[in-house]
């Protein structure tokens, strides 16, 4: 089975740019979470999607979004950004029921 | 509110040697799953050993195992005959059992395996 990929791996974007990152979970999940990675604040839990409806949401403001498509690809995207943003954001794989995660290679966002 | 503690942010063993990690976490919620997950320079997040909280056995996978006391909150993680591939940060994590996948991590132990 192929793993958890993300796209694109490394992003470079300006303040006040928005920026749409993907992941594609293993073969057969239907829950797909993100975290941001930051030195500052650690890994922090964004948000959760399963069968194309958030399950939980972590304490991010409105400007970090996402979606669930029908095959379970996940779309994060994160408007007006700030220099604050710039993290590996990694997202994980997940079953049907609460079970083991398997994250993704992230992708590195540098806002500039 | 769930929140776990690794009070070692550095630590380093002899390459063949022995080496534990601690990690504390406090919760109110029954059931539960603890993972260690380890980070390496490449930076993808990679499942080390996971733990049910209803099980009493220790979980064990090869060279890592971990001492789970539930009583006192403690999910401590043992690599045995550590090895140079075993450098990384490792990040232990809880999770729920009835509320969604979402984790809650650690700060992290950065482990050195020296030669």
């Known amino acids: 089975k192929a793993g958890v990929t993300q796209t694109p791996r490394y992003l470079i974007k300006t303040r006040g740019q928005q920026v749409t990152l993907s992941c594609s979970p293993i073969?057969?999940?239907?829950?797909v979470s993100w975290y941001q990675q930051t030195p500052g604040q650690g890994l922090q839990f964004l948000f959760e999607?399963?069968?194309?409806?958030?399950?939980n949401k972590g304490n991010f403001p409105g400007r970090f979004s996402g979606r669930q498509f029908s095959n379970s690809r996940s779309e994060m995207n994160v408007s007006t950004l700030e220099l604050g943003d710039s993290a590996l954001y990694l997202c994980?794989?997940?079953?049907?029921?609460?079970?083991?995660?398997?994250f993704g290679p992230g992708t590195r966002l540098t806002v500039l | 509110a769930q929140t776990v503690t690794q009070s070692q942010p550095e630590m380093s063993v002899q390459e063949a040697e022995t080496v534990t990690l601690s990690c504390t976490y406090d919760?109110?919620?029954?059931?539960?799953?603890l993972f260690w997950y380890k980070q390496p320079p490449s930076r993808q997040m990679i499942l080390v050993i996971r733990?049910?909280?209803?099980?009493?056995q220790n979980a064990t996978e090869n060279r890592f195992s971990v001492n789970f006391q539930k009583a006192a909150k403690s999910f401590s993680l043992k690599i045995s005959d550590s090895q140079l591939g075993d450098t990384a940060m490792y990040f232990c994590?809880?999770?729920?059992?009835?509320?969604?996948?979402?984790?809650?991590f650690g700060t992290g132990t950065s482990l050195t395996v020296i030669p």
């Open positions: 994590a809880f999770m729920p059992r009835d509320t969604g996948n979402q984790f809650y």
């Open positions: 733990q049910e909280a209803y099980k009493q």
């Open positions: 919760t109110s919620e029954n059931n539960y799953y």
């Open positions: 994980a794989s997940g079953g049907v029921v609460t079970d083991t995660q398997y």
């Open positions: 999607y399963f069968s194309e409806t958030q399950r």
């Open positions: 073969s057969g999940h239907r829950s």
